[in-house]
């Protein structure tokens, strides 16, 4: 197997506001190896995006970490100071999010801004290497993109700068938080596509975030599924759409209408997520699941690994034994 | 042809003027509806998807004369009301409702969930005070919401149960005809199953018609029998699911639905997506609209717009194209 790039050892960050302590993200550990891509899925609000801030240590207050290890090739990022951390933000972490456009400087065009990180990152920058990079995207027209703003891009091309952009500086992982959310799905179809060769090509990293269970499926080698501030399950792809373990990732998978199954009702999962101020006891699932027991209600499940790759926090497997 | 129709539109057009300067001169159009031709039957859902930008929102808005087409002809219940007044409108209001994609923007903050679900009662009068309590009491409950929610206002709901809201406020006064634009589009898939299942119990529970806009192909397989696809401001294909899903007709129907992942692994996509962009509805381009993105685009294509036609069955299609 190949070296683990980043892992992240039982991450706890919480906000301190006027209301309480939101728990959002509450003992999260997995970790992310070299040319893999990793999935983190879960529904909103779950704790995804402040997992992801946490390792780039972009949390504001009142948010802080409070506890864990983020290890990236074996060392702490928590323990850099900010100074420290600057050099490895963009350059060994990137990370690009669902609006390109917060991202991007209106006012200046394309070129300019990737010839900027390519500066930071003390790589050379040349007319030449620019179009290059845009074309490495696939992006149409990159004569005409290189001197445009952002306003003059479509959402799948301005989506396409931001990844040309962040692997300029070769970065060790990639970060992707719903990079494909609000485009069309055909324009999303092409940025995966975009996305897979650049594995192919590039021996990638990347680290996606996604409410999307079918993007996680088309691209991902891996993945964790995340439920109020903690992780639930991880496993293959394979293992997690084919043999999911917990009952909130089948529920999940059951409750999505799929175009290639006509079925008359969904499956869904009742209740509503919970307050992560004053999160449910033992399993946070447990007030919507139909399996709940007494052991659910008072105490957190440990992990069971059924492979190398599967593990489930779940009672109904304490036993090692497969319900 | 006596088929039951609740709603028949033909060649419906909706262009929104582009003004410039102090003077507001129009200097061009946004061609957002460009002829569309369809019926709605009495009883069914049937499903209206494409790209973002092809006019769906419109096309929901205008049949249900929220706009004013550019020309065109709107046949609801067998009435003409394509130039109808307000005032003559009024009664066929009650009978046509609209539930939009972002429930949070459609209820005014100020008001309880409460003033909300009496709001159509008053409006549209004949009603004591007393049967409107009893009434909302039962919408409440029928989707599993309670009469203290009748004090609270919109923000202090879920997502899910702002939306229960819309939905009741839209079925309140018994209409006969629904568009649902996205209405589940901001909801999450575990709250979104909830709200898909609500929409068809009530379908069957009040004998309701949908028009169900949507992106979400999945979505248009659970929900509706016949769906059409919609491209810059046109229908390209239309037909029942079954033959829609399992032998598209239209290349852009085709990619669509290849461009959707799937959530089985092993699983690889049949075909490459489309290349390039949509263009934009103020400069559609000559010819068959989507031969800019078509791969199988030939001489016709470039010359002539296709027309949507019957290749038997009522799986109607607007290309070129013999076979594919
Ligand atoms: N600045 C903040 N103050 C208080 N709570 C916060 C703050 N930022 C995030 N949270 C809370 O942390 C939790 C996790 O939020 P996060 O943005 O990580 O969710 P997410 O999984 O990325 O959701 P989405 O899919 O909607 O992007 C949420 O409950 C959110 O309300
Ligand atoms: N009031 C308006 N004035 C000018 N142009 C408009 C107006 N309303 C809509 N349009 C344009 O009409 C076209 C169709 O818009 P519409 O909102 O109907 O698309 P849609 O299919 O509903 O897209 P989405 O999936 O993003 O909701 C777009 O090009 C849009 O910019
Ligand atoms: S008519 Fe021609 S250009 Fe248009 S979709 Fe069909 S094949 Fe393509
Ligand atoms: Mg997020
Ligand atoms: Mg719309």
Redesign the pocket.
Known sequence: MSRIVLDVRGLKTYFYTYEGVVKAVDGVSFSIREGEFFGLVGETGCGKSVTALSVMRLVDPPGRIVGGEVLLDGIDILKLSEKEMQGVRGRKISMIFQDPMASLSPLMKIGEQIAEVLRKSSKEVSRERILDLLKLVRMPSPERVIDSYPFELSGGMRQRAMIAMMLSAKPRLLIADEPTTALDVTTQAQILNLLKEMKRELKLSLWLITHDLGVVAELCDRSCVMYAGRIVECGTIREIFREPLHPYTRGLLEAIPKVHLKVDRLATIPGTVPDLIDPPSGCRFHPRCPYASYRCIESLPEAVSFTPTHIVFCHLYSGGIKA | MMEDSILRVEGLKKY?PIKSGVWGKVKGY?R?LDGVSLTVRRGETLALV?E???????FGRTVLRLLRPTSGKIIFGGVDITDLSEKELKPFRRRMQIVFQDPLASLDPRMTIGDILREPFKLHGGFSLREIEEKILQLLESVGMREEHIYRYPHELSGGQRQRVCILRAISLNPEFLVLD?PTSALDVSVQAQILNLLKDLQREYGLTYLFIT?DLGIVRFMSDRSAVMYLGKIVELSWNDDLFNNPLHPYTRSLISAIPTFDPELKRREEPILGEVPS?INIPQGCRFHPRCPYAFGACFEREPLLEDRGGGHLVACHLEKL
């Open positions: 929104f946004v957002s494409g973002s930008g092809c006019g769906k929102t419109t996205e992106h509805a």
